[in-house]
């Protein structure tokens, strides 16, 4: 039975430092509660931990539901697809994956190793970077603009909105703070996507959103209020989740230079390391659901309306699942971490993010082969989306 007495999976997930340590949690979690409630009323709900319960719920939407209701940002409509649920989420795929599919983004591989190594210019010589500023956040931000048809030069207020909205600058405890910074930010982007819809709508241009703002669903035009909620989720998801994963990445590469070295010698285990690491150092470690219907799971009964959390991180570290879990090993079969999720709402950005990890790798132990952390560098990871809050690493020029 779960040990749920003394153990709060809330504080656990959440408090400082989680972030840094994020396999010590899981492992608690995992051994005393794969399934558990947080008696902290500021962080209230039922956490699922365990692989087999986490992959329940992810294929069971209608019991496990990612609606608004699941995650309020203070917006006013739901971020599509990902907070709708099927059978309309079914529609609103069908119509966006198209622009996703793996044909489509294979074409964009010379644009994104061009950028890469634009990138590396101009930080090679240096022999030392911000690493987290100035590669892991201008690379996929850069080419999700250029692939949307955005203006680079709004780039900086579209990273500030991000960051109001993933991680607010408020105190530790601070729900109301960080409630009201999510919702001005939440304001601020739905005033910028109405006046971007309504330009597009004159003149589409050759961007994604262009064909976003003209694309029919059920043979009807799709309305503002869906234009703004699939704006708002491309926003979001295509600035911050690739950035997160670069950072915990690299910042393990570079305390292992045994798996750093592997893939300089071996360019052709980058793709099975990309997978890999997702799995081993999954960025995004919780989803938020609310339940819809009376279910038992790992032998918790759990009732409609609460608020759970699906714990991607402790899923992807279950030796039930994946023996010697917290090993790194770039030949495992990884086809079925959780990292983008599974079923209904797997990452449509998935195919994205895959060739970005995988060209970055790929050029940067090119050209970088021999990297380190800084010296005295103190890195530190944010909880629930795993980014660096700086990450200094230096190598000979």
């Known amino acids: 039975?779960?040990?749920?007495?003394?153990?709060?999976?809330?504080?656990?997930?959440?408090?400082?430092?989680?972030?840094?340590?994020?396999?010590?949690?899981?492992?608690?979690?995992?051994?005393?509660?794969?399934?558990?409630?947080?008696?902290?009323?500021?962080?209230?709900?039922?956490?699922?931990?365990?692989?087999?319960?986490?992959?329940?719920?992810?294929?069971?939407?209608?019991?496990?539901?990612?609606?608004?209701?699941?995650?309020?940002?203070?917006?006013?409509?739901?971020?599509?697809?990902?907070?709708?649920?099927?059978?309309?989420?079914?529609?609103?795929?069908?119509?966006?994956?198209?622009?996703?599919?793996?044909?489509?983004?294979?074409?964009?591989?010379?644009?994104?190793?061009?950028?890469?190594?634009?990138?590396?210019?101009?930080?090679?010589?240096?022999?030392?970077?911000?690493?987290?500023?100035?590669?892991?956040?201008?690379?996929?931000?850069?080419?999700?603009?250029?692939?949307?048809?955005?203006?680079?030069?709004?780039?900086?207020?579209?990273?500030?909105?991000?960051?109001?909205?993933?991680?607010?600058?408020?105190?530790?405890?601070?729900?109301?703070?960080?409630?009201?910074?999510?919702?001005?930010?939440?304001?601020?982007?739905?005033?910028?996507?109405?006046?971007?819809?309504?330009?597009?709508?004159?003149?589409?241009?050759?961007?994604?959103?262009?064909?976003?703002?003209?694309?029919?669903?059920?043979?009807?035009?799709?309305?503002?209020?869906?234009?703004?909620?699939?704006?708002h989720l491309m926003l979001l998801g295509g600035l911050d989740t690739v950035t997160a994963a670069l950072d915990c990445m690299v910042a393990y590469l570079a305390r292992h230079p045994d798996r750093r070295q592997a893939l300089v010698d071996d360019p052709t285990l980058v793709p099975k390391a990309v997978e890999e690491l997702l799995r081993q150092q999954t960025p995004v470690m919780l989803l938020p659901r609310v339940v819809r219907e009376p279910v038992t799971l790992g032998g918790v009964e759990l009732q409609a309306g609460e608020p759970a959390v699906l714990v991607i991180g402790a899923a992807n570290s279950d030796e039930r699942m994946f023996p010697e879990a917290d090993e790194v090993d770039f030949g495992r079969d990884n086809g079925r971490h959780v990292a983008f999720g599974v079923g209904h709402h797997f990452c449509l950005g998935a195919h994205l993010a895959r060739l970005e990890l995988r060209v970055a790798l790929e050029e940067l132990h090119r050209r970088i082969p021999e990297y380190r952390l800084k010296d005295g560098a103190d890195i530190h990871f944010t909880a629930g989306i795993r980014q660096a809050t700086g990450l200094e690493i230096e190598w000979a020029p």
């Open 1 to 231: 039975m779960p040990d749920n007495e003394t153990v709060d999976p809330g504080m656990l997930l959440l408090g400082e430092g989680s972030g840094d340590r994020p396999h010590a949690v899981y492992s608690e979690l995992l051994e005393r509660c794969p399934v558990g409630r947080s008696p902290d009323a500021n962080l209230p709900g039922v956490y699922v931990s365990g692989y087999e319960e986490v992959a329940w719920a992810l294929r069971h939407p209608e019991v496990f539901s990612s609606s608004a209701e699941a995650l309020e940002i203070g917006q006013s409509q739901p971020l599509i697809p990902v907070q709708v649920d099927p059978p309309l989420h079914t529609r609103y795929r069908a119509l966006l994956n198209p622009m996703f599919k793996p044909k489509a983004i294979a074409e964009l591989e010379p644009q994104v190793r061009a950028y890469v190594n634009n990138l590396l210019d101009g930080l090679v010589d240096r022999g030392h970077c911000n690493f987290h500023d100035e590669f892991a956040t201008p690379l996929p931000s850069t080419i999700f603009l250029r692939l949307m048809g955005l203006p680079q030069e709004d780039l900086p207020q579209f990273l500030r909105w991000r960051d109001d909205t993933i991680r607010p600058d408020v105190e530790p405890g601070d729900t109301e703070g960080a409630a009201r910074a999510r919702e001005a930010a939440s304001q601020a982007i739905g005033a910028y996507f109405e006046a971007a819809i309504e330009r597009a709508r004159e003149e589409p241009g050759d961007g994604l959103f262009g064909q976003i703002v003209g694309a029919e669903l059920d043979g009807r035009p799709l309305d503002e209020a869906e234009l703004l909620g699939i704006s």
